[in-house]
C-alpha cells in the first residue's frame, strides 16, 4: 500500500498499526518495552504495590522465609523484601535516566564540536577518550566515586559523565560524515552561523544514532549503579536499593536464607533485560538487512 | 536451442515498513532475453534499471529483501529458478562465470590468487592439484598476467586494479563455461586498462565460443565489444537488437534519448532532454512505464505498450515503434 | 602511540585521589592534630609543592616502580599487586578462554542462519547473560551448589586450607599441581576454579557471541562472499571463507573485552574470596586506601595496554595485509 494512504487513518489506527509494525520488525524491543512499561508504573505508583513500609522493620519477623504476610519474606533487620523490591524500581530508574540524560547533555556537544572544529581539539579529546578505555569501567566509577564523595547525586553525575565518551565518539563520527555534504556546505556560503549550523543542521541529523543507543546505556547505567551498592559505594544498606540489598543478603546465600539477595537480583536482571532488548530492537529497526519479510 | 532464454522474470523487493504495510518494489518486470552461443550481448541502462538485479536473479545470488517472484530462466533447457543451492553451486563457477564490479574487494583477501584459481577448478572438478596449478598459471598468462608463475602466490592486496579485474576473469574462465556474465567489468578502471581488460574479454570469448552478457551503462562499450544490445528501463527490456541495428535506428524514444545524450553530444550541446526521474517501484504507472518522461507520450500510452518486431528483427516495446 | 597512552594513563590514576574529595592528610593526622602538624604532614607528603609538580614526582616515582606503601597492609603496593597478579591471572585466563570458547562457535553459527531459531534462541541467552549481575550469579551457583547440593567447596580461596599448595611454578595452583604430580592439590584447585570461572565463562560469552554474529554477518554480506557464492564454492568452503575473515575483528572484540572483564572478575574475585588483585583492589577502594587503588588502577590500564599490544602483533601475523609480512 503506498505511504500516503497512513495518513487517511486516524490517529489511533495509525498508532495500532505503528505497533504492530515496529513488533512485527522486533518482538525484542516489543518485548523490552513491555518489561520497561511494567517497572515504569512500579516505580511510579509503587505506594500502591507495596504491602509494607520499605524502611520499617519487624524485630520479631527477622530473616522468614516467604510467606502469605511477606510474600518474598523478610531480611536480616526483617523488613519486607516485597515492599523493598518494589520500591527499588525508583532507584533503578532515578538514577538510570538522570545518568543517561547527562551522558547525552556533555556528549553531544562535545562530539557536534570535536566534529565540525576538528584539528588539535579533536585529536586531544579522541586521545583522552580512547585512554579513558584502558580503564574498566566498573572500576573507573567505582574509584571516582570512593574518591568524590559518596553520596547518590554523585553516583549520577560520575555514571553520566563516565558514559559521554560513548555518546560524544557517535556524534563525532556522524559530524565527519556530514561536514562536507552539499547541505552543510550549502548552509555555511549561506552565511549561517556556526553555532546555528551546529544545532539546526548537524545536531537533526546526528541525534538518531545517539538516541539508538540510549536504551543500552541505562541498563548500563543501572547495571553499574547496583554494583556500587552492592560494594556498599555511594548508596548504603538499608536503603531499598536493589544493589544493597543483595549486600545484605550475600551472608546468608551460604547459610539458605536465599530470598533475600535472590529477589532484588530478579527484579534487577529484568529490567536491564528489558532495557537491552529495547536496545537491541532498535539495532534491529535501523539496520535495514533485518527489515526483510520472513 | 537457445543457450539462455529468460522469460517474464519478475523480481521484487518485499518487506514490511514500520507501520507495517507490505511494501513491494517492482524491480525487474517481465524481463526477457534469449541468448546464443558465442554471441556477446550488452544490457544498458541507468542507475536502479535493474541491470546487476538481472544478473543477479539468474544466479540465485539475490539478497533479502530481493526476490523472484515470477517467471522462467532456462540454462541449457534447465530451470535455474527451482533448483537448490547445491544444484545451482555446481553450475555457478563451472557453466556460468561471472566478473563482478569491485575485483578488490571480490578476491578473499586471505588467500592467494592462485589457490582462489586451483580452489575454484578442484570444486567444479575431480583433477589434482598438480594439474589444477598448471591450468591456473596457463590462464594467468592467457589472461595477459605477467609472470603467473610468481603472480601465483601473489596476495589480492598487492594487485592493482586492472590486475586483479584479470584475475577475476580468469578465475570466470578456469572451467570453461558456457555463458559468462560480465557485470560492470571495467567500472572503475583506467581508460587505457578498460580498453585492455575489454579486448581480452573479447577475445577470449570468441576464443571459447561462450554466450556472454556483458552489463554496463557505458554506450561506447557496447558499440565497440557487444553483437546485441538490451535496453533496460525500469526493470523492463524496452528494446532489444543487433547492435548495428539499434545505433543506426533506434526504436524506443527511450533508447533514442539514451543515443543522443553520449558525452560526444553533449559537448555540442545536441543532447536530447534526459529528464526527469524514473518511476517510483513502489508506484508503478499504468500502461508504459517510460510514459512521464517521454515527448511522445499520449492516452495510449495508458495501456501496456507492445512488443513489436521491426523488419530489421529488433524488437521495441512501444506503441509508436512502427512510426 | 602508546607512550602518551601511558602518560595519560598515570595522570588519570593521579587525579583520581588528588583531585577527589578525600584528604589523605586529615587521614594521617587524625581528629586531634594541630595545626602545625597538618602543615608538616603536608610537607612530608609533598602537597605544599604545585599540582604539577606533585605528579612529575609521582610519575617518577612509578617510573622507579615505587607505588606507595598500603595502609592496610603495612606493605609495598607493587609488592602486594605483583604477587596477586598472579592468583587473578589463573581466573582470568580460564574464564575467558572458556567464554570465547563457547562464544565464538555459537556467535558464528547463529550468523550462518540469521533469524533461525538458534539464532533466536542464543539472542535471547546472551542479551540475559548482558544484564545478570555477575556478582549476584557467583551467590546464587554458591548457594546451588555449596549450600544446596554440596557439589563445590565454599567460595572461600582458590584451593582447600587442607591441602597444602604445590611450589610456585606458573602461578596457577591448577598447573602448577599437575606439573608436580600433586593429584590432590590439582583437584582441590579444579573444584575451587570451576565456580568462579563458569561465572566470568558466562558473563564473558554473552558480548562475544553477540559481537561474533554481528561480524560474521558483516563479512557474510561482504562482496568477498557474495563472489564466492559467484563461483559456487561449497557450503563448507564459503564457511571456512567467512571464518577466517571474521578472525582478526573477532580477535580485536575479544582483546578489547579484556579491560571490561577484568573490572567484572573484580567482582567475582570479590565474592568467591578469591584472594586475586580484583578482591585487594575493590578492599582497598571500599576501605579508602587510596595508595593501593592508585596501584591497582594503574596495574589494570597497564594490563589492557599490555593486551592490546598482543592483539595488534597477533594480527599483524595472521593478517596477510599487515606490513610484517
Known amino acids: ?294 | 536451442m537457445n543457450l539462455l532464454k529468460i522469460t517474464d522474470l519478475q523480481t521484487h523487493f518485499v518487506f514490511h515498513d514500520i507501520d507495517n504495510y507490505r511494501r513491494e518494489a517492482r524491480a525487474l518486470n517481465k524481463v526477457n532475453l534469449n541468448l546464443n552461443r558465442g554471441e556477446i550481448v550488452g544490457i544498458v541502462g541507468e542507475t536502479g534499471a535493474g541491470k546487476s538485479l538481472t544478473a543477479q536473479s539468474i544466479c540465485g545470488l539475490l539478497r533479502p529483501p530481493a526476490k523472484v517472484v515470477g517467471g522462467s530462466v532456462l540454462f541449457l533447457g534447465k530451470e535455474l529458478l527451482s533448483l537448490a543451492e547445491e544444484d545451482l553451486n555446481d553450475i555457478r563457477g563451472a557453466e556460468i562465470g561471472m566478473v563482478v564490479q569491485n575485483p578488490k574487494s571480490s578476491l578473499d583477501p586471505l588467500t592467494r590468487i592462485g589457490d582462489q584459481l586451483v580452489r575454484i577448478h578442484q570444486t567444479h572438478t575431480a583433477s589434482a592439484i598438480s594439474v589444477a596449478r598448471s591450468k591456473a598459471i596457463a590462464m594467468m598468462h592467457a589472461v595477459g598476467i605477467p609472470d603467473p608463475e610468481k603472480r601465483f602466490s601473489a596476495w589480492p592486496h598487492e594487485l592493482s586494479g586492472g590486475m586483479a579485474q584479470r584475475v577475476l576473469i580468469a578465475m570466470a574462465l578456469m572451467n570453461e563455461p558456457k555463458l559468462l556474465i560480465a557485470d560492470e567489468p571495467t567500472t572503475g578502471l583506467d581508460v587505457t586498462v578498460q580498453a585492455q581488460i575489454l579486448e581480452l574479454l573479447k577475445d577470449l570469448v570468441r576464443r571459447f565460443e561462450m554466450g556472454t552478457i556483458i552489463i554496463t551503462h557505458d554506450l561506447g562499450i557496447v558499440a565497440h565489444y557487444c553483437d546485441k544490445v538490451a535496453v533496460m528501463f525500469a526493470g523492463e527490456i524496452v528494446e532489444y537488437g543487433t547492435v548495428t541495428d539499434i545505433f543506426r535506428r533506434p526504436g524506443h524514444p527511450y533508447t533514442k534519448q539514451l543515443l543522443a545524450s553520449t558525452p560526444e553530444k553533449l559537448k555540442l550541446n545536441e543532447a536530447g532532454s534526459l529528464g526527469g526521474q524514473p518511476p517510483d517501484l513502489f508506484n508503478l504507472p499504468e500502461g508504459c512505464l517510460s510514459q512521464d518522461r517521454c515527448s511522445l507520450a499520449s492516452d495510449q500510452c495508458r495501456t501496456p505498450p507492445p512488443v513489436i518486431t521491426l523488419e530489421t528483427g529488433q524488437t521495441v516495446r512501444c506503441h509508436f515503434a512502427l512510426q | 602511540m602508546v607512550l602518551p597512552l601511558l602518560i595519560g594513563v598515570v595522570f588519570v590514576t593521579f587525579m583520581l585521589v588528588r583531585v577527589g574529595g578525600l584528604d589523605p592528610v586529615g587521614l594521617l593526622a587524625g581528629p586531634t592534630a594541630t595545626a602545625e602538624e597538618f602543615t608538616m604532614i603536608r610537607k612530608d607528603l609533598g602537597l605544599d609543592q604545585p599540582l604539577w609538580k606533585q605528579f612529575l614526582i609521582y610519575g617518577g616515582q612509578v617510573i622507579q616502580g615505587d607505588l606507595g606503601e598500603s595502609w592496610l597492609s603495612n606493605r609495598p603496593v607493587l609488592e602486594d599487586i605483583t604477587t596477586r597478579s598472579f592468583i587473578s591471572l589463573e581466573l582470568l585466563f580460564w574464564g575467558i578462554g572458556l567464554g570465547a570458547a563457547i562464544g565464538i562457535p555459537v556467535g558464528l553459527r547463529a550468523a550462518f542462519k540469521p533469524n533461525g531459531r538458534f539464532d533466536q534462541v542464543t539472542r535471547i541467552i546472551s542479551l540475559l547473560g548482558f544484564s545478570i549481575p555477575t556478582y549476584w550469579l557467583g551467590l546464587v551457583m554458591l548457594f546451588v551448589f555449596f549450600y544446596l547440593l554440596g557439589w563445590a567447596p565454599p567460595g572461600m580461596g582458590r584451593i582447600s586450607l587442607m591441602v597444602s599448595p604445590p611450589q610456585f611454578v606458573t602461578g596457577s595452583y591448577l598447573i602448577d599441581g599437575l606439573i608436580e604430580a600433586n593429584w590432590e592439590a590439582a583437584n582441590s584447585a579444579l573444584t575451587h576454579l570451576i565456580l568462579p570461572v563458569l561465572c566470568l565463562a558466562i558473563v564473558s560469552a554473552a558480548p562475544i557471541i553477540k559481537q561474533t554474529r554481528a561480524i560474521a554477518l558483516e563479512v557474510i554480506a561482504s562482496d568477498t562472499v557474495r563472489y564466492a557464492r559467484a563461483c559456487g564454492l561449497k557450503i563448507k568452503t564459503l564457511r571456512a571463507i567467512v571464518f577466517r575473515n571474521s578472525a582478526t575483528p573477532i580477535i580485536t572484540f575479544v582483546g578489547t573485552e579484556i579491560t571490561g572483564l577484568v573490572g567484572t572478575m573484580s567482582l567475582i574475585e570479590y565474592v568467591f574470596a578469591w584472594g586475586g588483585l580484583g578482591q585487594y583492589g575493590l578492599n582497598a577502594i571500599v576501605r579508602g586506601d587510596f595508595t593501593a587503588v592508585q596501584g591497582y588502577v594503574l596495574t589494570l590500564a597497564l594490563f589492557s595496554v599490555l593486551i592490546f599490544l598482543i592483539v595488534d602483533i597477533v594480527v599483524a601475523i595472521i593478517e596477510p595485509r599487515s606490513q610484517l609480512n
Open chain 1, 1 to 294: 500500500m503506498p505511504p500516503s494512504v497512513t495518513h487517511q487513518l486516524t490517529w489511533p489506527r495509525r498508532t495500532a498499526n505503528r505497533v504492530r509494525g515496529l513488533s512485527r520488525l522486533s518482538p525484542t524491543a516489543a518485548a523490552g518495552v513491555v518489561i520497561i512499561v511494567c517497572f515504569g508504573v512500579l516505580a511510579l505508583f509503587s505506594e500502591w504495590f507495596m504491602t509494607h513500609d520499605p524502611v520499617s522493620s519487624y524485630p520479631d519477623r527477622i530473616l522468614q522465609g516467604p510467606s502469605y504476610e511477606h510474600w518474598f519474606g523478610t531480611d536480616g533487620n526483617g523488613m519486607d523484601i516485597f515492599s523493598r523490591v518494589i520500591y527499588g524500581a525508583k532507584f533503578g530508574f532515578g538514577i538510570a535516566i538522570p545518568a543517561v540524560i547527562i551522558a547525552v547533555l556533555i556528549g553531544i556537544p562535545v562530539g557536534l564540536i570535536a566534529g565540525y572544529r576538528g584539528g588539535a581539539l579533536d585529536e586531544i579529546l579522541m586521545r583522552i577518550f580512547d585512554g579513558l578505555r584502558v580503564f574498566p569501567s566498573i572500576i573507573l566509577a567505582l574509584a571516582v566515586v570512593a574518591a568524590t564523595g559518596q553520596s547518590l547525586l554523585n553516583v549520577v553525575l560520575v555514571l553520566g559523565f563516565l558514559d559521554s565518551p560513548v555518546f560524544a565518539r557517535l556524534v563525532r563520527a556522524e559530524v565527519l560524515a556530514l561536514r562536507s555534504s552539499n547541505f552543510v556546505e550549502s548552509a555555511i556560503a549561506a552565511g549561517n552561523p556556526t553555532w546555528r549550523i551546529l544545532f539546526f543542521h548537524l545536531l537533526p541529523n546526528t541525534i538518531q544514532g545517539a538516541m539508538a543507543q540510549t536504551a543500552v546505556r541505562a541498563a548500563w547505567a543501572v547495571r553499574i549503579s547496583a554494583t556500587l551498592a552492592f560494594l556498599g559505594i555511594g548508596i548504603q544498606a538499608p536503603t531499598p536499593e536493589w544493589g544493597a540489598m543483595i549486600r545484605q543478603g550475600a551472608e546468608f546465600m551460604v547459610t539458605g536464607q536465599w530470598w533475600v539477595a535472590i529477589f532484588p537480583g530478579i527484579a534487577l536482571i529484568f529490567l536491564v533485560f528489558g532495557l537491552n532488548l529495547l536496545g537491541d530492537g532498535i539495532q534491529d529497526i535501523l539496520d535495514p538487512r533485518r527489515r526483510a519479510s520472513k
